[in-house]
């Protein structure tokens, strides 16, 4: 894919921030969070295409959307202001919210931006980014938000965001694209048109969530530990009809054992990986008990009162997910596995996040520390031939983000470009019935899960995101 760098700029809040809002605290959440970054990248078909890029028509467009764009960016961040701001690492995990601005770069694609959503490779969508998102060690003088905004020869638009995961989860993330994307839209000097819980983007969460200057060590050794294996990462799409007829299998496993269970999809894909990952370390001779999966749980809903839906921050707790085998037969089925994500899930609500955070969490933050060491001891090498496999399942799935319209219409596609290592990122597929996920795992243990049955069943390996069965 030939691309061409046209502009790079940075962009600041249109409003300077306040001189009292100039320090915005992090959580422990946010400690607790891989200091690496997010990417996302969202593809739009934009009606305006014109094919020959060098006519008067496309540059007065590009420059019209530009314009829009950078506008629009620059009033968001106004109610955004920490992601203007720079990461403060040694200040006890702070930023200094100084207006220094976010990045953002426009490129020049001299292909079809379909080409692009037909053979979708993590190779190709990184040069959509404003930089590589895999980069191991990040500093203070790392941005917190970067944008790059590309112009297909087609006429499509692909906008791609690097969020700095310590400041911002899933949640966060595409609430500021969506506020963004309703004030382009809209085109409105005033903020009416904004979603209201723009208003209360920023909040303090260190009164629940005290940060611990004992904690980021030992996180920082779990990121590191996770990328310390060179691994492969590949894009599996799971249609909606599969989805479909692997929770109606589920349905009837549990049905046999008399029990009623419906999985979401989100459930029914975890169950299907998981089993997968024990089959195979069940070859390696590891103890299906020490193939943990670990899932994130949204807190912002499950906390009374709610805290907004789009607030910016690391807003989860990760339950850590052990294998419970209800037929005692000493197998471990997908809906048996897919019904432990959901009651291990369900336990978090206000009561249990408090109760665990309790007194600055300190009875969890020791329970942490020596859960990390117990990981490591074995050595800092994450390749499964150690007795534990920690895998993480991840991913903004139900966020709605196939409605963000920036005013070209609908996205035809939303993916990630993360490479982490024993991680899936499971996504929504466009129709909102089938989920993407893009799966990293060792080298060697890829060849064996591709060969899974039930994910050679349920997975379709090269269908483009644009499929809609």
């Not at 966060?172 to 409105?188: E, M």
Request: with cysteine.
């Amino acid at each position: 894919m030939q691309l061409r760098i046209i502009s790079k700029e940075i962009i600041k809040p249109s409003s300077p921030t306040p001189h009292h809002l100039k320090t915005h605290k992090l959580s422990l959440l946010d400690q607790l969070a891989p200091d690496i970054y997010l990417p996302i990248v969202l593809f739009y078909d934009s009606s305006s295409r014109v094919d020959d890029k060098t006519s008067t028509a496309t540059i007065n467009s590009i420059n019209n959307i530009s314009r829009r764009l950078k506008n629009s960016l620059s009033k968001t961040l106004t109610h955004y202001y920490p992601f203007a701001g720079r990461v403060l690492l040694k200040d006890n995990y702070v930023i200094d919210c100084d207006d220094s601005g976010v990045p953002v770069v426009e490129t020049l694609v001299g292909s079809n931006m379909f080409d692009v959503l037909n053979f979708p490779e993590m190779d190709t969508l990184e040069q959509l980014l404003p930089f590589n998102p895999n980069k191991k060690h990040l500093s203070t003088h790392d941005v917190t938000v970067a944008v790059q905004i590309n112009y297909f020869h087609c006429g499509g638009v692909a906008v791609g965001f690097n969020f700095r995961h310590i400041v911002a989860d899933g949640a966060a993330a595409i609430g500021f694209i969506k506020n963004w994307a309703k004030l382009n839209y809209s085109n409105d000097d005033h903020d009416i048109n904004i979603d209201v819980s723009t208003k209360y983007a920023v909040v303090d969460c260190t009164n629940i969530f005290p940060p611990n200057k004992e904690i980021s060590g030992y996180a920082r050794s779990i990121n590191e530990w996770q990328r310390s294996t060179e691994c492969v990462t590949k894009r599996f799409r799971f249609n909606g009809s599969k989805i479909a007829a692997l929770r109606r299998e589920m349905i009837m496993e549990k049905a046999s054992l008399n029990l009623q269970y419906r999985p979401s999809r989100f459930e029914a894909v975890c169950g299907l990986i998981w089993g997968a990952l024990l089959a195979m370390d069940r070859e390696k001779h590891i103890d299906s008990t020490s193939t943990i999966a670990t899932i994130p749980v949204n807190l912002r809903n499950r906390m009374n009162p709610p805290l907004p839906e789009g607030c910016i921050g690391n807003l989860f707790h990760a339950v850590t997910c052990t294998a419970n085998n209800e037929a005692g037969d000493g197998h471990y089925n997908k809906s048996t596995l897919a019904r432990n994500v959901r009651e291990f899930t369900k336990m978090v609500s206000d009561d249990f996040v408090r109760k665990v955070y309790q007194d600055g969490g300190v009875v969890f933050v020791n329970q942490y520390k020596e859960a990390v060491k117990e990981l490591l001891k074995d050595g800092t090498n994450n390749n499964t031939t150690n007795s534990v496999r920690l895998f993480g399942f991840s991913g903004p799935i139900g966020l709605q983000y196939y409605g963000i319209d920036f005013g070209w219409g609908k996205p035809l596609w939303v993916t990630t470009v993360m490479r982490l290592n024993n991680v899936a990122m499971l996504l929504d597929t466009c129709d909102g019935k089938g989920v993407e996920a893009w799966v990293g795992l060792p080298i060697n243990d890829m060849s064996k899960f591709e060969q899974d049955l039930g994910i050679l069943a349920y997975a379709s390996f090269t269908s483009s995101p644009r499929s809609r069965i």
